[in-house]
């Protein structure tokens, strides 16, 4: 019976050793897979604030895009009215005779024939240049196109600024 006992006993020891083996395999694979899945969130966690870095960083691109073109904007509108109200003070004063439009003339024109002074009034800033006066409707029809023109050139460069913002955000 010794034999059997000691047979009994191995095989208790065999069947013990290979529990605690498992038991210990399962407890080794349990702590890497835990290290595996702290590394993991970690990353995740780093991936998380790169993204959200990145975003908060974008999003003060753009609002730093929209002060710039809100204030490109006012700049316009601010011109805009300022060419409006001069051209409008202009055709005012024209309009009450107050201020008169006049051309310059060829010298050798008066040569030709052409019934205009050749002196300049006491007022003048020209010294001794042949002038003549336009009639007022010639007058305001010029202003208008200088207006437009004006107008024209004040909203290219408002095109050309908001370009320039646009590329300064890429």
């Excluded at 003339?105 to 006066?133: F, I, M």
């Excluded at 196109?145 to 890429?170: M, N, P, V, W």
Aim: hydrophobic share 40%.
């Amino acid at each position: 019976m010794s034999i059997l006992l000691k047979t009994v006993g191995v095989l208790a020891l065999v069947l013990i050793g290979a529990g605690s083996a498992s038991q210990f395999q399962d407890w080794r694979y349990g702590l890497q897979l835990a290290e595996q899945a702290r590394l993991h969130a970690e990353t995740l966690n780093q991936l998380t604030q790169a993204a959200a870095t990145a975003q908060q960083a974008e999003q003060d691109k753009r609002l730093a895009l929209e002060q710039r073109l809100t204030a490109s904007e006012q700049t316009h509108f601010r011109k805009m009215t300022d060419a409006q109200r001069d051209q409008d003070r202009l055709r005012d004063r024209l309009a009450t005779a107050d201020v008169r439009l006049s051309v310059l003339l060829d010298a050798t024109h008066v040569d030709k024939g052409c019934g205009v002074p050749a002196t300049s009034g006491a007022g003048s800033v020209d010294h001794a240049a042949v002038r003549a006066g336009l009639d007022p409707a010639h007058a305001q029809r010029i202003i208008a196109i200088t207006d437009d023109g004006d107008r024209g050139l004040i909203a290219l460069a408002a095109c050309q600024s908001f370009i320039k913002h646009l590329d300064e955000y890429k």
